[in-house]
């Protein structure tokens, strides 16, 4: 079955320190990558995707994502977190043929930012 | 671009009673789908529209749910009978062609559910 997993419920940085949230993807073929971002009681925001060619993807708000097929991860990354970074992140992946019109979902980190 | 619009945004009712919610995607997206998230979770996938047919529905959408998008512009979905387990936040998204193409998947803020 096609699942997403993030492997982290809660992360918690001070404001300055650098980010990493994990993202293991399980495909019969390697999807089409995505990272959103949640605020509280709010609707999702497209940080960045991956489709293909370079592995190293730039999105919004200072973000990247590396793609490593190796480890069928996707890890999102950020030098100096921001306390307006405090949000749930949601890796989400689609696949590239059969059910490319669905989004799966893992289950979201919560990032909590120390002042 | 106005964003996609959902309405309610908050809802509060009775067990067994019936509810519906609007979207209304942005403008000349053809591509509209519908999501469900509990607390805790990722959103899951309900349905989705390609203009005004409905093209793909998960098992997640019981008897009770039916969706709508009679002029392939907004949607709307209705729960009857609703039962507690329905709370949830109903998400909207739309997208102009085919995700896999390219084409990115924009959500609404949501429609919260709350089922006493």
């Known amino acids: 079955a096609q699942s997403v997993t993030q492997p982290d419920i809660h992360i918690t940085v001070s404001e300055g320190a650098s980010l990493e949230l994990r993202c293991n993807y399980s495909?019969?073929?390697?999807?089409?990558l995505f990272w959103y971002v949640q605020s509280p009681g709010q609707g999702l925001q497209l940080l960045l995707k991956y489709f293909s060619g370079d592995t190293l993807v730039q999105g919004i708000k200072g973000f990247e994502a590396e793609f490593k097929r190796s480890q069928s991860s996707f890890n999102l990354r950020k030098p100096s977190v921001h306390w307006s970074d405090a949000a749930e992140y949601f890796c989400a992946a689609l696949g590239v043929t059969g059910g490319g019109n669905k989004l799966t979902f893992g289950t979201g980190t919560q990032l909590k930012v120390e002042l | 671009d106005t964003g996609v619009s959902q309405d309610p945004r908050h809802k509060i009712t009775k067990r067994g009673q019936n509810v519906t919610f609007r979207c209304d995607p942005i403008?000349?997206?053809?591509?509209l789908y519908w999501y469900r998230q509990t607390l805790g979770q990722g959103p899951e996938f309900l349905t989705y529209?390609?203009?005004?047919?409905?093209?793909?529905k998960s098992r997640l959408l019981s008897d009770r749910f039916s969706a709508e998008r009679p002029k392939g512009s907004f949607s709307t979905l209705e729960i009857q009978r609703t039962e507690q387990g329905d709370s949830a936040m109903y998400l909207c998204?739309?997208?102009?062609?085919?995700?896999?193409?390219?084409?990115?998947?924009?959500f609404g803020e949501g429609s919260w559910l709350t089922v006493v």
């Open positions: 403008s000349e997206h053809n591509r």
């Open positions: 495909y019969g073929a390697t999807p089409y």
């Open positions: 998204a739309s997208s102009k062609g085919q995700p896999n193409s390219g084409n990115t998947i924009y």
């Open positions: 529209f390609q203009n005004e047919a409905q093209l793909e």
